[in-house]
């Protein structure tokens, strides 16, 4: 319950597309709204997307709007964040998130679980 491994991260040019992978416990996917985040050197952590369990409503921060979208695959208790249309501003390490009680939100603190994270690079 509550592990979140995430992949999918790498170096790719600006304007290229990657698709990073979260996969977590039966237990956590369904019960739990699951979040992408991301931490930029020398800059705080930020919520980029969430999705209601079982492949619900999604939701974005402003920044990824019309780039990124999440996704799930109920069949393998995976979250996805495809992310199109990259920048170098984009690069930082990549996380996933659970949070039983605050679907809806991408506050960092009403997260309760996190994965340890994949790094995306984008060069100019």
């Known amino acids: 319950q509550g592990q979140l491994v995430e992949s999918g991260g790498g170096s790719v040019q600006a304007g290229g597309s990657l698709r990073l992978s979260c996969v977590t416990s039966?237990?956590?996917?369904?019960?739990?709204?699951m979040g992408w985040f991301r931490q930029a050197p020398g800059k705080e952590r930020e919520g980029v997307a969430g999705i209601y369990p079982g492949g619900g409503r999604p939701y974005y921060a402003d920044s990824v709007k019309g780039r990124f979208t999440i996704s799930q695959d109920n069949g393998k208790n995976t979250v996805y964040l495809q992310m199109n249309s990259l920048k170098p501003e984009d690069t930082a390490m990549y996380y996933c998130a659970a949070t039983s009680s605050y679907c809806g939100s991408l506050a960092l603190a009403n997260y309760e679980y996190w994965g340890q994270g994949t790094q995306v690079t984008v060069s100019s």
């Open positions: 039966r237990y956590t996917y369904i019960t739990s709204c």
